[in-house]
DNA sequence: CATCATACATACATAAATGTATGGTTAAAC
DNA sequence: GTTTAACCATACATTTATGTATGTATGATG
């Protein structure tokens, strides 16, 4: 049954989806190409025609996550705030609850942070996504170094350092929601 | 050729070492008993002669890395410090250090942060491990209490709140440590 | 020193997933 | 209105890991 391009489409999405769940569910190599396609609705005749094999789907989450965050600070990014600090400090609750909210995108993330161990045929990949999160890195580097130049922050501070530190902090975060399976309620009072 | 009751144990450990290794390299789902048993210079049998199977390797696996660590804070612990906080600093700097040398513990304390999805037959350890790591989180919110009651720190201070901090800001570290396979060097400046 | 249980190695049976090849149906192109 | 090719289902061959069953040599035990 030929379908139309949209549907074509639509089950590309569906597999997708699919991907996400059973990945999330079994881990990324217990994870057969028979149970997605079938959470799908579909045969493995599917699969193999949108993607190669399961590393390509394992590829098609990754952009499918990445790019939205990136795009979002971007935007944000543009904006010109008189208190670099207080944005970023938004950007980071805005993410947070970003995730909160959208069940499909949290679990993609948990996938790629927690449960992909970067081994056997994955491996590749290692380091083109490592690239990919160096990027939102710099991009997050950017508001500390605004911060600076307006004479916001002490002369002292290493923007390097505590970017990294931002970083690990909501790394562990988003780790111990997962530990937990308590979502964190974040209290927004302001910094100063 | 039978062993001795000492060579035999001496398998056993190399059974767990090299699964450790292949662990790491390849994720646990990967690995196949025949790797590991030829990584420790056995054939399959030795595998099933020690252990039920995979599962019980990882979990043989993350007792012989749990323990030490407990066992360590229990000993500080007993230790009467002036400065709890500064003793509680001083022990992750400790934490971080013992890492940083032991490679074998290492390996094993990224296989459990990052390669383990606890998925499939993994999956009824998740709550084992959850339980285990309360434990230590416990440990660690006794250094807080203890700052507390001496005086040492804020009234307003929450002990709770500042241990899931602590432990966030350090996982989030260990995570930076295995992406950028750069090791941090840890600033050992005095707080005040 | 005869026996037994330990500590493995080897062999096989089973299952399960992958890749590929092939078949079929129907949108789309002309 | 054909023809083509996209879109997917079905069938099969191959591989690979697992569990188990069996073989075997030796340290331990009386």
Known sequence: MRRTKEESEKTR????????????????AR????????AAGVTRGAVYWHFENKTQ???A????????????ILEDLEKDHPEPM?????????IMLDIEKGKQRQQTLILFFM???????????????????????????RYIEKAKTAGKLN??????????????FMKGTFLNIWITRKALILKTKRLN
Chains 1, 2 share one sequence.
Do not use: W
């Open 13 to 28: 999405e569906d597999l997708l989806n699919a991907a996400v769940r059973i990945f999330s569910e079994k881990g990324v």
């Open 61 to 72: 989450l990754h952009e499918r996550l990445h790019r939205p965050f990136v795009d979002m």
């Open 155 to 168: 002369t002292q501070a290493d923007p390097e350092l505590l970017t990294q530190c931002i970083s690990c």
């Open 31 to 38: 994870s057969t190409l028979d149970e997605i396609a079938k």
């Open 86 to 94: 207080v944005q970023l400090r938004d950007l980071c609750i805005q």
């Open 115 to 141: 449960k992909s161990d970067y081994s056997g045929d994955l491996a590749p990949y290692k380091d083109k996504h490592r690239e990919k999160k160096a990027e939102s890195m710099r991009l997050f580097k």
């Open 57 to 59: 789907i394992f590829e």
